[in-house]
């Protein structure tokens, strides 16, 4: 069974950087794509970036471009999301995402119906 587990939230103040992790588990994840949703109280899920495995592609969604970074590290199964400058807007709770697309995938990842296996969320708070 996949598992995927989120850690590293937590209160900060605007301005401040927090990095969150995602740790999959259950069967082999070097050859998913991964990704980091989020949901604020009463909003819709909103994508954040994802990463594909093999030749790096990084998407963002355009609240967080320039301020946050996704990264992977294969050997650890894990998915990092680096937030810096983070703002009160960004208040939510971040999901893990992962999925196994095809090598030649050139579609957007944003879709949260895309993806298969979710973890359970951690929050992050952010406090003007």
């Known amino acids: 069974q996949v598992q995927l587990v989120e850690s590293g939230g937590g209160l900060v103040q605007a301005g401040d950087s927090l990095r969150i992790s995602c740790a999959a588990s259950?069967?082999?994840?070097?050859?998913?794509?991964m990704a980091w949703f989020r949901r604020a109280p009463g909003k819709e899920r909103e994508f954040v970036a994802a990463?594909?495995?093999?030749?790096?592609?990084?998407d963002y969604g355009d609240s967080v471009k320039g301020r946050f970074t996704i990264s992977r590290d294969d050997a650890k199964d894990t998915v990092y999301l680096q937030m810096n400058n983070l703002k009160p807007e960004d208040t939510a709770v971040y999901f893990c995402?992962?999925?196994?697309?095809?090598?030649?995938?050139?579609?957007?990842?944003?879709?949260?119906?895309?993806?298969?296996?979710w973890g359970q969320g951690t929050q992050v708070t952010v406090s003007s």
């Open positions: 990463i594909n495995w093999g030749i790096p592609r990084t």
């Open positions: 259950g069967r082999t994840f070097n050859r998913d794509a």
């Open positions: 995402a992962a999925d196994i697309f095809p090598g030649s995938y050139a579609g957007s990842y944003s879709s949260w119906s895309l993806w298969s296996s």
